[in-house]
């Protein structure tokens, strides 16, 4: 896990280097800059050492006199493609899997794409045909942003703010208004909130050449669906398996490891599968040193979930560290927070940032975490409806599903209540039609209507939309949301969290065959007995304290944005509604932004939903206020 940055033409190393410094955040470890004799190409690497941590595993890294990289992420099946590529006769001086990349690239050229199991963005020269190429993983889980100028000036790198300075001039995108309005889905588009600046695709490699760049996708999760076993225990066996080996190759590296643990079902299911891999799975490339459990401490809130965690490390004997989430060094770090992540946010980054900063504090470079699974599995009630579309007029399918509505909610919390809803009102509501007979036929699509969350407004690049009669309506619905909607934001946030403090994630849930599996089963795998995420659930319970793996009620790892907004921050979101800033910020309407701020302060007991509305509201002036302003401000490139 790399910082990245490239430019053609090449530019002199002391101004590119201060450019590349802006992502020593993401590699502590070392740098590397390398020009091409001719000066076609820069190219630049932050190295966060985590396999071989020798000189040997630097980047820039050359290959057979012809290929240079720079390469951010992790390919888990490294050891087994090095192996492949010795038999056909390719040599290795390092144990890193970035010369295992461009090994398997010179054998099998963009066919390599299909052979990685991981997480990758990348760019290999060609110094042979002098052209650039690019690729990034199937889900987008590593970033990659580029800037093509009028006359043909390429620069590409991890985030935006190493672009700012290969930029004429830093200024917003004339789209940034519609931006901000679609925040949970412009991460899916090639929209940024800088002009100039793109973000290049998910599950695609690209070609720079003669002053253009040229993509083509090479992965489509629609296209790898297969058959799964029919009985639901033959599934739950099949996928236990795959989910232990997926979690298994992600416990490859040469530095400690752990998890960032909330106490849910998802992190839970990582860490025990983890101990369960270590036991019954044991691979030689995996290190031994992963009993490392971080989770965030927040008492007073209806966010802690330490409890539940505690059952997880005791249930599998190994040490937790309670991370205290402290409000008040959150509100002093913010602007610097905001600055790391650079983009638009709905809620604070402040608990997942001091997660993994006290991880690197105790010396894990890599946590195994449980991002996905929601996607996967249906873990939002919104998208559950979508399963009434597929159970049609069952009566014992639509009980099973408003009894799991019912669960999810925490008991005795009114900030999560769910609306009271039964199989009886289900009914009353279908049947309150006027014309019954004459309605029937429409309810599908009234169905829908009702239920159906606000998909992105942009087109996604990547991939198609899937249909429901290829996956049914709820897969289909998370489909949406895995590839469009939720999780491309949800990988960019953690991967900015953990990042800035050096720390890299891996995501088993993410592995392109448990994918693959996931959505390849009906609904009825996801919703039994009363529970969501069943698949999972009795999967993986073997591994786990039964009273996590058959918790209903879902939190999620947040920031008890309410609490603060009534406590520590009131006083800072008070001074910000009465900055001038504020007041003539053109992007806001600012008496509707300051209403929504004071209904959270003067409400005796807001909802998490409605403060984290307000602070999404006021996120876009705190971005340009911190972030924006010194993007402005960074010292220009003479290319």
Not at 56 to 76: D, F, K, L, S, V
Not at 82 to 97: A, E, I, N, V
Not at 557 to 580: C, R, S, V, Y
Not at 610 to 637: C, D, G, M, R
Request: aromatic share 14%; charged share 15%; glycine share 6%.
């Amino acid at each position: 896990m790399c910082g990245i940055l490239g430019c053609l033409p090449a530019v002199h190393a002391a101004p590119f280097g201060q450019a590349l410094n802006l992502l020593a955040h993401r590699g502590p470890d070392g740098e590397g800059i390398w020009t091409d004799p001719q000066n076609r190409i820069t190219l630049g690497h932050r190295r966060l050492a985590i396999l071989d941590l020798s000189p040997a595993g630097a980047q820039p890294m050359h290959y057979a006199n012809r290929y240079t990289i720079t390469y951010n992420g992790e390919i888990y099946n490294y050891a087994e493609l090095r192996q492949t590529l010795q038999t056909m006769g390719h040599h290795f001086t390092s144990q890193t899997d970035a010369e295992v990349i461009l090994a398997a690239f010179m054998q099998w050229g963009h066919n390599c794409w299909q052979h990685f199991n991981g997480m990758w963005a990348l760019a290999i020269w060609d110094n042979q045909t002098q052209q650039l190429i690019l690729c990034r993983d199937r889900f987008g889980e590593k970033p990659l942003y580029f800037t093509l100028l009028p006359d043909g000036r390429f620069a590409f790198a991890s985030e935006m703010k190493a672009l700012a300075p290969f930029l004429p001039v830093v200024e917003l995108n004339p789209m940034f208004d519609q931006l901000q309005q679609n925040v949970l889905t412009y991460e899916a588009t090639q929209h940024c909130l800088l002009r100039y600046v793109n973000r290049f695709p998910a599950g695609h490699w690209g070609v720079f050449d003669q002053k253009k760049l040229h993509t083509q996708p090479y992965w489509n999760t629609t296209a790898h669906l297969h058959p799964v076993p029919k009985r639901f225990e033959e599934q739950t066996e099949a996928f236990a398996h795959l989910f232990t080996h997926a979690c298994s190759i992600r416990m490859r590296a040469h530095v400690p490891i752990g998890t960032a643990l909330s106490g849910g079902l998802d992190s839970s299911a990582v860490i025990c599968t983890m101990a369960h891999a270590a036991r019954s799975m044991p691979d030689a490339f995996a290190t031994t040193n992963w009993q490392h459990a971080f989770i965030a401490s927040m008492p007073g809130t209806p966010l802690d979930e330490t409890a539940y965690a505690r059952q997880v490390t005791d249930f599998l004997q190994i040490p937790a560290t309670f991370v205290p989430i402290s409000a008040q060094e959150g509100l002093q770090q913010l602007p610097h927070y905001l600055y790391l992540t650079e983009d638009l946010y709905i809620t604070s980054p402040v608990p997942m940032m001091q997660t993994y900063h006290a991880a690197k504090q105790q010396g894990v470079s890599v946590c195994i975490d449980g991002h996905g699974a929601d996607e996967l599995f249906c873990g939002y009630d919104t998208f559950m409806f979508h399963a009434f579309l597929d159970c049609g007029f069952n009566p014992r399918q639509i009980n099973n599903l408003l009894q799991t509505y019912r669960n999810l909610a925490p008991p005795n919390n009114p900030q999560f209540a769910k609306p009271p809803v039964s199989f009886a009102n289900y009914f009353r509501w279908v049947c309150g039609s006027p014309n019954l007979l004459r309605w029937l036929p429409h309810l599908p699509k009234e169905l829908k209507k009702a239920f159906a969350p606000k998909l992105p407004k942009f087109t996604p690049q990547y991939p198609q939309t899937a249909q429901p009669n290829q996956l049914g309506h709820l897969n289909s619905a998370l489909y949406q949301l895995f590839h469009a909607h939720n999780l491309p934001t949800l990988l960019r946030n953690y991967d900015r969290y953990s990042m800035a403090s050096g720390v890299e994630i891996r995501m088993p849930f993410l592995d392109h065959r448990v994918v693959s599996f996931c959505f390849s089963v009906p609904y009825t795998s996801k919703f039994r007995n009363g529970y969501t995420k069943a698949l999972l659930r009795y999967a993986i319970a073997p591994f786990m304290p039964p009273k996590v793996a058959f918790r209903t009620h879902k939190m999620g790892f947040q920031t008890p944005i309410a609490n603060w907004m009534k406590g520590e921050w009131q006083p800072f979101f008070l001074d910000t509604l009465h900055e001038t800033g504020f007041a003539h910020y053109a992007h806001h309407q600012p008496n509707v932004v300051k209403q929504q701020i004071l209904s959270v302060i003067n409400h005796p007991n807001p909802t998490y939903r409605q403060a984290e509305i307000a602070y999404s509201a006021i996120n876009p002036y705190l971005w340009h206020k911190f972030v924006f302003t010194k993007l402005t401000q960074l010292p220009k490139i003479i290319w």
